[in-house]
């Protein structure tokens, strides 16, 4: 009997803690099968880790978020943010992982999430890394035997063939000494998804330099209504000159809680509210979701708005 009541309490206070995760997650509910395009920026600490799904079901990730257990840290985001949210909305399989620069902020979740699902395709720009825990994720790809596809400058994307998806960095006409600094951000990888008339742009961690070359090369090739902003909210992007061409009506932060950088940087966050853009971080509003018909678009976030 004594067992019973045991059982009975652990199963009581299961359901309890699911209540509460939804209660205070109520962004993670969204169905991946539907008609609408859902991006999802997780509130994966001081890194990026955006789900998309797609109108037919398939889900890619762009960026894991961070890892520091594999420095003796305790914070894995694909434990604690992209894991649970994948399972929360039962996707069983990833369809593709982008990673837009081998900086650990970035991929260090891909461990765990490799470990729980079947992935069929991993894409990154190729760039030569000497950093070992990237050496060592490469290789555990190829012992699953993941798909390893290089995205280079103007390739467009087969993800499914509702969505328009542009390769739009690195680009060749890097700034000067970009390739001599060994800058690793400004070689990000920088993609643009349109659905019909809503497009999104991802900058990964650009910084000035790639700003500007791309800002004088695309020109309104950049427009979008939505950016992803660039190497969360520093000072060292978000140029201006960068933000006419983009034109964007809302801006999505990703940034630790009282992180050591001060990201995102109030210089920027002036900028965005001097334009009139609407901002939403994951530090202040948590898990943030825009879901789409192609025609409008609305924004969730786990923290109530």
């Not at 299961?14 to 609408?36: D, M, R, T, V, Y």
């Not at 960026?63 to 399972?87: H, M, Q, R, W």
């Not at 790809?141 to 542009?166: H, P």
């Not at 992803?228 to 933000?243: E, N, Q, R």
Request: glycine share 6%.
């Amino acid at each position: 009997m004594q067992i019973i009541k045991k059982y009975l309490k652990f199963f009581i206070f299961s359901i309890l803690l699911i209540g509460i995760f939804i209660q205070e997650n109520p962004c993670l509910a969204q169905s991946s099968k539907n008609k609408n395009l859902i991006v999802t920026l997780l509130a994966a600490g001081q890194g990026d880790s955006i789900v998309i799904q797609t109108p037919k079901g398939k889900t890619y990730l762009i960026d894991t978020g961070p890892n520091e257990t594999l420095f003796g840290g305790s914070f894995d985001a694909g434990k604690e943010a992209v894991v649970p949210f994948l399972k929360f909305n039962k996707i069983a399989f990833l369809d593709g992982i982008l990673i837009t620069h081998p900086h650990l902020d970035h991929y260090g979740g891909t461990f765990t999430v490799l470990e729980n699902f079947k992935v069929k395709q991993f894409m990154d720009s190729g760039i030569k890394t000497r950093a070992p825990p990237y050496i060592k994720l490469l290789s555990q790809l190829e012992k699953n035997g993941v798909e390893y596809k290089i995205v280079k400058e103007k390739d467009k994307l087969n993800w499914e063939r509702s969505l328009k998806i542009e390769i739009l960095a690195p680009t060749k006409e890097l700034a000067p000494n970009i390739e001599e600094k060994n800058n690793v951000n400004n070689r990000s990888i920088v993609l643009k998804l349109t659905y019909k008339s809503v497009s999104f742009l991802f900058t990964g961690d650009i910084e000035k330099e790639t700003e500007e070359v791309l800002a004088k090369k695309l020109k309104r090739k950049l427009k979008s209504k939505i950016l992803k902003v660039a190497h969360h909210g520093s000072k060292t992007s978000s140029t201006m000159v960068f933000l006419m061409r983009v034109d964007p009506e809302v801006a999505l932060l990703s940034c630790g809680v009282k992180n050591p950088f001060g990201h995102p940087h109030a210089l920027i966050l002036n900028r965005f509210n001097d334009l009139g853009v609407k901002i939403y971080r994951t530090d202040q509003d948590g898990t943030i979701q825009i879901i789409t018909d192609g025609k409008k678009y609305e924004v969730k976030t786990s923290k109530g708005s």
